[in-house]
């Protein structure tokens, strides 16, 4: 079953806009992870937040976990073009033998 | 890219033949996963590998078989494909180690199509 559920499914924006993207779970984790996956490749990581963290910065990027509601949220600041592509988030629950559970994704759209 | 590399890239099968997938890994990387993509399911674990030989199953094994006999190579068998089987497969490595349990590294996929 699903772990993770992304909020929105998709998500159209201006160049120079900020998107944010929602992440809810249902488990104890011991880490989220956000995901970025152009059409027709391969994912690719971009940000880890473990369970005893709040706030995770990383370039334009801005990730917060609350462990209280089970939910993240991905800020991805004065958005790009080359930001269009699907995100995913993952967590990584207590006792899964090193396995992480994805949701099913947002596509994010950023019109130049 | 981690190193990883999977073949094919691309297949056409027939339904009832029996299809491998291989997944190599250059840097010797304990725990290995295959996951299948479809439209509206995100990523589904199909099986992963903890070691040489030491496999279990993910939450769509069925139909599905892997074998780990190098710590490099991670293969994914559909002992009779099905159209169902229809997906683009990942393979991917996890650079976890003890308790670090970090990101995952991923394939470029293969798209495979069961007719």
């Known amino acids: 079953s699903q772990q993770g559920e992304e909020d929105p499914q998709a998500l159209s924006i201006q160049e120079g806009e900020n998107a944010t993207m929602n992440c809810s779970y249902k488990?104890?984790?011991?880490?989220l992870q956000w995901y970025r996956q152009n059409s027709g490749r391969g994912l690719v990581h971009l940000i880890l937040?473990?369970?005893?963290?709040r706030e995770k910065h990383s370039g334009r990027l801005r990730v917060t976990l609350d462990t209280s509601k089970k939910s993240s949220s991905l800020l991805i600041t004065a958005s790009r073009a080359a930001d269009t592509a699907s995100y995913f988030c993952?967590?990584?629950?207590?006792?899964?033998?090193?396995?992480?559970?994805f949701g099913k994704g947002t596509l994010l759209t950023v019109n130049p | 890219d981690a190193g990883i590399t999977q073949s094919p890239r691309h297949k056409v099968t027939e339904t009832g033949t029996p299809v491998t997938l291989r997944c190599h890994q250059t840097?010797?990387?304990?725990?290995m996963y295959w996951y299948r993509q479809d439209p509206g399911h995100g990523l589904r674990l199909i099986h992963y590998?903890?070691?040489?030989?030491?496999?279990d199953k993910g939450e769509v094994s069925d139909g599905y078989s892997v074998s780990r006999s190098k710590t490099e190579d991670f293969l994914l068998t559909l002992e009779s494909a099905t159209s169902s089987q229809t997906s683009v497969y990942f393979c991917?490595?996890?650079?976890?180690?003890?308790?670090?349990?970090?990101?995952?590294?991923f394939g470029p996929g293969t798209r495979l199509t069961v007719l």
């Open positions: 991917a490595i996890s650079t976890s180690v003890g308790r670090s349990y970090n990101e995952q590294f």
């Open positions: 488990t104890s984790i011991n880490n």
């Open positions: 937040i473990r369970s005893n963290e």
């Open positions: 993952a967590t990584f629950a207590r006792g899964s033998n090193y396995k992480l559970t």
């Open positions: 840097e010797n990387h304990r725990y």
């Open positions: 590998s903890y070691g040489v030989k030491d496999t």
